[in-house]
């Protein structure tokens, strides 16, 4: 029992933010729902009232269905589908929404419109019999039963309160010619609508059902000649079903009736057509012609013209809504969005939107007084809601397909204002300091308070700095700028201390992020500055473009640095001064900046460097390395230096470089008995992650990037195929995650689940052998001089990512920060991961070194929650950070959600706690000086009498 206090001090480590009072204080949490989706129409951005209340419903690219409120774009609920259950559709009738998700339409759920729970989970079809066709609902107009079309031929009869089937049937076989599309729902008859193939196109196939028992009523093929059934045919209910679709540019259309007799289609007088366009209202269609649109209204036996839109671009986008009885029909053009009403004589009205961005996508929607409303979605993610042409509100949805993220440190308070006012005129500076003089009294007052009270700035309080000029961090460096850049062309700086945007850039469409550097720090004495280099996709191929932005502002300092062709390789270089290295796909060397101090200065240094990539021939895989030399023209090209042939089948998923290349305060650990364990502190090493397809098999390797040693090497179990490996490294510390589908072995043995595998490598052959790793050439015998340290442990959760703790000068024990599959962001202290822990009651020595006794479970503690309450939804990255106190390390966890935190891994060492009696410290120093005041006269006067009388 007297190691047990030490124990629960360990497990306790790492978790002195974790409390209540701290949420919403030491961190913050952004809830988002991703970009709304553009198509199919199903799945687009609708306009609702729910109890009284118009709210936004969508699907998402994020694979979420969410309702927004109108008012501020607050989430009123969302709800998260697997990535592998695609959201295929959402219908809603009344109060009921239902929704179609998975391949064909597998899987049918009912969700409670007000709050998001969901009713019921109805299965269709199994995954494996889907056929990826667009699937379909249709409510009965009396019982409000749900009607679902899945996997092209399977339409099932649902009961709307507990989607208990009450009949299903089945069209032919999937081998049949037959697939179907649309339905349509009457109080007696189902029809369901699709197209047979034939030599040249597509024949329009319908088959009505009875509704009571799902008996076929009729089925008939009717004289037809559709192009593309996907976007030329249409079904809706008006007073009767109807079917239309466009046929050599005419558009026709049939009202359906249970015994299909009628199969005459009534032909519109309007067209010649290339185009019809559903926006969304029953009966409604615009028809394309050259640069003509056309609205189209059916008028109960054909469609008709009803309203010409003029002429329009190639970028032209249409969108419908109908609001007591009265429809609305909008068309973008250019930055302009036109809203005409086609039941009155209203006018146009015009809604502008932002014009640096590109329109994706839009919907339309006049509230039960008139207010015409425009939801816009941008191409850069931005989803904007636009009331009588003034904008409202806007969420960042974009931030949703953050690829890359650095945190940047911001300048002092009194640098900041000093930048701001270095050219500032004489006179002005006197005027200035003429007003902030009458601050002096205030200002007096408050450090009187502050010094006699102790009232200074916490560690654990907010880090929100004054607003009140230039940007500027914080007394403990919590408040930093977070660049983070999208896979759709934006990059944003995001307020470390509250998580607002405080700037955004658009840096075009077509854009793949590569990576991004701090060029420029405020060490530097300038603003900081990054770098963000990126590959354009272009219709002749692609090219790789570099942007360099002010991180304070996110202004342009210099147009974009661009070479033809894709990049291989980039990296940052610290020597007399920061650049960036960019080897190409030829293997060529380009320097950003591009002058002559860079390629000097690299020249220097060229060949004492080296970075890994993997290599495919003749559909075999290798690990390779290479060097740098010159060239001809002295053009600095990169040369392989070595290869590792990989095992037949063997393919490389990707390479991973170190987790943080910061300060190493310890070269080794100091045993219980006096001795010493010297880490392998190679900075040459990388980590491999393999897949063995045909084996079933991952394999993790370790390697130094200069020759090519594999350090370490494991081969784990794929989980049915799949290899989904997170790893980690850091100084000496290798740890990673897998899933365990097959044990036959080792402490777990027969036990299968998460494993959590922690390598801790050393130098030499034992203890006391110190090589000095860190400073040795490659080519060295005693390089890979290495013995290491491991153990598995058994994990509560699948983790989507995993990252270390950083600090400033890595003095702080390492904490290993997880996101994990049910939405929970937690911290583990290094030394519960600790492979030396003993599978016995630890010694005095081992105790003496914080070493407890092995548990190979790792239980689900919930004290290790560092994001508390918060639902951090499908995190795929984490990236850690220093502060100004080297306690403190900060996380940001980013994928769906966005999360900051702090964590202090070997607690708030070089900060007085908050418990600490500072007013007493105060009072008990004053009360000293004025003792001393007092009684060095009476000494003075005592030595004095002690001199004459001596």
Known sequence: MRFLPLSLLVHALGCWAIHESDVGVVDWYKSLIGVPLAAPQP?????????????????????????????????????AYDPEDRITGFYQNGDALVTLSGPGGAISRSIDLKTGQIIFEQRLHSNSEATIIQPHVAFDPSSQDIYTLS???????????????????????????????????????????????????????????????????????????????????????????????????????????????????QVSSSGPFEELVDVGLPGVLVGKAGQESTVLSFDGSKFTSEKVLGEHDVAVKYAGSSVNGKRYVAKSEGPIIEVTGLDSDESAILFPYDADDTLSHYSIHTSSV??????????????????????????????????????VELPERISAEGEATKDEPFAHRLQRHAVLAQDFPQYLKSFVRRFVTGSYASATSSAVASTDGALSRDAFGFRQMIVTVTLLGKVYGIDSSNGNVLWSQLLGTGILPFKVFSLKTVSDGVDPEVVIIAVRQLPEGHETVVFHLNALTGENLAGPSVFRGSIAKAFLLDQSSKFVILVDETLKVHYYPNNGETRTAFKKVHTTLSFPMHLI????????????????????????????????????????????????????????????????????LFTALTVTSTKDLCGLYLFDSAKGTVVYQVRI??????????????????????????????????????????????EGRGIDDKIGSSDMTSYANASTAVFTFEDSFTFPYALTALAPTNTKFGISSKDLIVATKNHKVQSFPRRLLDPRRPRRKPTSQEAEEGLFQYDPIIYDDPKRVISHSYEVANVRQLVTAPALLESTSLVFAFGLDMFVSRVAPSGTFDVLSESFNKPQLVLTITGLVVAIMFTRPMVQRKRLREKWYM
């Open 43 to 79: 799945t687009t951005p609708k306009f609702t009232l729910v109890e009284g209340k118009d709210v936004i419903l969508t699907a998402t690219e994020s694979n979420i269905l969410a309702s927004l409120n109108v008012d501020d774009g607050s989430i009123r609920w969302r709800v």
């Open 151 to 265: 996997n092209g031929y399977i339409v099932t009869r649902l009961d709307q309160k507990t989607g208990t089937p009450a009949w299903s049937w089945s069209g032919q076989d999937q081998s049949s010619l037959t697939t179907y599309t649309h339905l349509l729902a009457t109080p007696d008859t189902i029809f369901a609508i699709g197209v047979s193939t034939s030599f040249a196109s597509y024949t329009l196939h319908i088959t009505s059902l009875s509704a009571s028992t799902g008996e076929v009523l009729a089925s008939s093929e009717l004289p037809s000649s559709i192009h593309s059934p996907a976007v030329d045919l249409f079904a809706f209910a008006k007073e009767a079903p109807v079917v239309a679709w466009l046929e050599q540019g005419k558009v026709k259309s049939l009202a359906l009736t249970p015994n299909l007799k009628d199969k005459k289609a």
């Open 717 to 762: 179990p794929a989980d049915n195929g799949a290899c989904d490996v997170k790893t980690a490294l850091i100084e000496n510390w290798l740890v990673y995650h897998y899933y365990e589908s097959e044990v036959s072995s080792g402490n777990v043995q027969g036990t299968k689940g998460y494993r959590v595998v922690s390598v801790e490598l050393y």
């Open 370 to 407: 008139g207010v015409p409303r425009v939801l816009v979605v941008t191409t850069s993610g931005a989803v904007q809601l636009f009331v009588n042409g003034e904008l409202k509100w806007t969420r960042e949805e974009g931030l949703t397909t953050s690829l890359l993220a650095e945190f």
């Open 617 to 684: 021939k003749e559909k075999e895989h290798s690990l390779a390395g290479y060097q740098f030399a010159v060239g001809e023209g002295e053009q600095v090209v990169a040369t392989p230096a070595w290869s590792l042939p990989l095992s037949p089948g063997e393919e490389v998923q990707r390479i991973l470089p170190p987790s943080a290349r910061g300060p190493v305060a310890s070269v080794g650990k100091v045993l219980g008995n006096r001795t010493t364990l010297y880490k392998y502190l190679n900075p040459r």
